[in-house]
């Protein structure tokens, strides 16, 4: 395709060194559908005639078939989609194809097939959360009033509810979500007609392909259209955090799966067995979806500092955007589908729970706070009674709520039979009514409004 001022052939290492077909195959159709808008627009705007506009077109569609019937053959030599689809333009239609290259360079085209790609990514992965969000609130509705302990320091501290602890994920699941859908708003301008970098002397209408292309609009500067991969960095930076929160639950899987927990049994469709151990079931999808984690923040990495130092326009290392990209998709892709399937499938063990937050001293802050209020104690007197009711609880192996009155009575004579209304694991978590707090009815109020208006 270039060959015209060389004399020799590339080393067969350059070849391979050069070559991306092995992995930007991958966007054979967004590369057809950037042609087919390009070749129409050139038609229109009468830069090649409306019979070889009309050849062009129906050989691409012949292109798309091929490839959608046989794969995309992976030739070195083609070096890439580009080169690969006219090459094959050429094979369907002859010296015609030569003419679809006008006013185009492969910078603005694969700065426009990536895009188109990187959309798509995005619109899939939005609906693959929205099946996440559903299984999520399908579950907190399920268990909207399930005590369970809630933890700072990892140490019992509060109890709270199943429901509100899931709704704690709905909530970074929406915020994902929420990022990407800001990523797919702000890379919705088409590059093409860019050219190499300058933009081109042929009259073409860059509104005109770029709306054929379900763009917003042409991008504004031709430098910056050819070197810009904002576009994709925004997707992963929106890939590692949604990844990030995916992981932060599978490790919560992981831990409640564990026998010293016992919160959640895993479904046998995501446990796995030992070769050696009859007894085990593991939870190696929550440990897989934790780990793609660490390689998704690896791609993003790694197209960052691929570009951090490279000066305007094009340069061969953007050639190196696409497999952080795809690799990152992928791993996403699955992460999100089975941290969906795990969720619709776990059982939750609340009796267990339910044992671990009366256990732990979780209403503490509920006797506290019941001094203040009915006995009027300053809160740091009350938090100094308290504690010496939780030593004495705890000298005795028993839960707070089974002191007797007079042992309470011992350590504060201002306490009264009334407190072991707050006492108990249930009262505790009914009394959170502050906005955005566990008690039941706010986590079944916070499902309900989740419903109607998705944000
Ligand atoms: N395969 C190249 C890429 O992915 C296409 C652009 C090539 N442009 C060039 N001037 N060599 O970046």
């Known amino acids: 395709m270039w060959g015209g001022r060389f004399a020799e052939g590339p080393a067969a290492v350059m070849r391979e060194i050069n070559a991306s077909i092995p992995f930007d195959k991958r966007l054979w159709r967004q590369d057809v559908d950037g042609s087919l808008a390009h070749v129409a627009m050139l038609g229109k705007q009468g830069i090649v005639t409306p019979e070889d506009a009309a050849a062009i077109t129906e050989g691409l569609h012949r292109v798309a078939a091929d490839y959608e019937a046989n794969g995309v053959a992976e030739d070195l030599t083609l070096e890439d989609i580009h080169m690969q689809t006219e090459a094959k333009l050429a094979e369907l239609i002859g010296p015609v194809a030569g003419r679809l290259h006008t006013a185009r360079s492969r910078n603005d085209q694969v700065a426009t097939d990536f895009r188109l790609w990187v959309r798509d990514a995005i619109d899939q992965t939005l609906a693959a959360l929205g099946g996440l969000r559903a299984a999520l609130l399908v579950r907190a509705e399920e268990h909207a009033a399930s005590v369970m302990p809630g933890f700072t320091h990892l140490q019992s501290a509060q109890p709270v509810t199943l429901g509100h602890h899931l709704m704690a994920y709905h909530e970074m699941i929406v915020r994902d979500a929420s990022r990407f859908a800001d990523a797919r708003a702000r890379m919705n301008r088409c590059p093409l007609g860019a050219a190499a970098l300058a933009g081109t002397g042929f009259p073409i209408d860059r509104h005109a392909t770029a709306a054929a292309l379900g763009f917003d609009g042409p ?77 998704i923040m690896g791609c993003m990495t790694a197209l960052m500092v691929t570009m951090k130092g490279l000066p305007l ?78 030593k004495l609880a705890e000298d005795k192996g028993l839960k707070l709520d089974a002191l007797a009155l007079a042992d309470l009575q011992a350590i504060d004579a201002r306490i009264d039979a009334g407190v072991y209304e707050v006492l108990s694991v249930d009262a505790s978590v009914a009394s959170r009514t502050s906005f955005g707090g566990t008690a039941p009815a706010n986590v079944r109020a916070a499902i309900a409004a989740a419903r109607v208006e998705p944000r």
């Open 313 to 390: 326009a094009y340069s061969k290392d953007m050639q190196d955007d696409k497999p952080p990209v795809f690799e990152a998709h992928d791993l996403l892709a699955l992460s999100i589908a089975a941290m969906t399937g795990m969720v619709e499938s776990a059982t939750f063990r609340t009796d267990r729970m339910r044992g671990v937050a009366e256990a732990g001293f979780s209403t503490a802050t509920d006797l506290a706070d019941w001094l203040v209020r009915v006995a009027g104690l300053p809160f740091r007197e009350a938090h100094h009674v308290t504690g010496r009711a939780v």
């Open 219 to 295: 991008t504004a500067n031709s430098l910056d259209s050819v070197s810009d991969r904002d576009f994709a960095i925004d997707y992963l930076q929106a890939a590692t955090n949604c990844s990030l929160h995916l992981s932060r639950l599978a490790e919560e899987f992981v831990l409640w799966a564990s026998q010293p927990f016992g919160f959640v049994a895993l479904s046998d469709q995501w446990s796995t067995g030992s070769s050696i151990m009859p007894q085990k079931r593991n939870p190696d999808a929550a440990e897989l979806v934790r780990g793609h984690a660490g390689r």
